[in-house]
Nanobody, 119 residues
Framework: QVQLVESGGGLVQAGGSLRLSCAAS????????MGWFRQAPGKEREFVAS????????YYADSVKGRFTISRDKAKNTVYLQMNSLKPEDTAVYYC????????????WGQGTQVTVSS
């Protein structure tokens, strides 16, 4: 059974940093993209960043380029999201997801972790 477990959320002041982790288990993700999404109150879930597990290619939403960095540790089967220069508008529940390369939709999701940025 596939499991994605996020951790690392919390309360931080504007300008601060957090690192989110997503521990993946239950299958081999070598042919998958791993992604981070977020959902703020009253808004739809939006794409933040993704990484191709095998080659490491990364993709970012314009709103986080230059501030957030996605990475993965193959040995630990874990994906990270380093978030720097946080802004109040980054406040949201952050979700980790996984989708097969070439597929349009994410098959698996974690339970989410809350990130709150105070001004």
């Amino acid at each position: 059974q596939v499991q994605l477990v996020e951790s690392g959320g919390g309360l931080v002041q504007a300008g601060g940093s957090l690192r989110l982790s997503c521990a993946a288990s239950g299958r081999t993700f070598s042919s998958y993209f791993m992604g981070w999404f977020r959902q703020a109150p009253g808004k739809e879930r939006e794409f933040v960043a993704s990484i191709k597990w095998s080659g490491g290619s990364t993709y970012y939403a314009d709103s986080v380029k230059g501030r957030f960095t996605i990475s993965r540790d193959k040995a630990k089967n874990t994906v990270y999201l380093q978030m720097n220069s946080l802004k109040p508008e980054d406040t949201a529940v952050y979700y980790c997801g996984a989708r097969p390369s070439g597929a349009g939709q994410y098959d698996y999701w974690g339970q989410g972790t809350q990130v709150t940025v105070s001004s």
